[in-house]
């Protein structure tokens, strides 16, 4: 017998936060959090541009896990044009400096998952995952359990990554 999911009931207060207390909208939450009149702090959102906008992942890998996305709701990587597509590659340039300013990690990862049958899972909304990663920094829960154990609430992870993202030298 293998565990599939383990509950974490605190990610249901984070999506009621976001959406109004309904679920995930039936358009996109993506679009919601973004368009969502909260506070970034709440709503999670390190980071705004013109088109593209950065959210710390509700479901993350590993502390600092952050998400770069266009605001306009499209699912396809061909879809990203122009200003848009030079944004959200400035947005994840920047989120890897971020990152990396924040927690100092041994490595970063950043991907796409296009597709639910590639692991996306909120597949009409195109976003760039960005992540610290240590050596070694998996351990028996996520063998045993596929769960993940991180040091640090959620509000500490954004508090980081906004204290890390305006630092940067201009030119990042």
Known sequence: MTLDRLWAGWRSAYMDSVTGGEGPAPDCVFCDIVASSLPAEESLVVWRGDRCAAILNAYPYTSGHVMVMPMRHIGELGSVAGEERAELWDGVHTAVAAVTAAYHPEGVNVGLNLG?????????????????????????????????????????????????????????
């Open 116 to 172: 639910r049958a590639a692991g996306a899972g909120v597949p009409g909304h195109l976003h760039v995952h960005v992540l610290p990663r240590w050596s070694g920094d998996s351990n028996f829960m996520t063998a045993v359990a596929e769960a993940r154990v991180l040091p640090e609430p959620l509000s500490r992870s954004w508090e980081k990554l906004q204290a890390a993202w305006p630092s940067l030298p201009a030119d990042v």
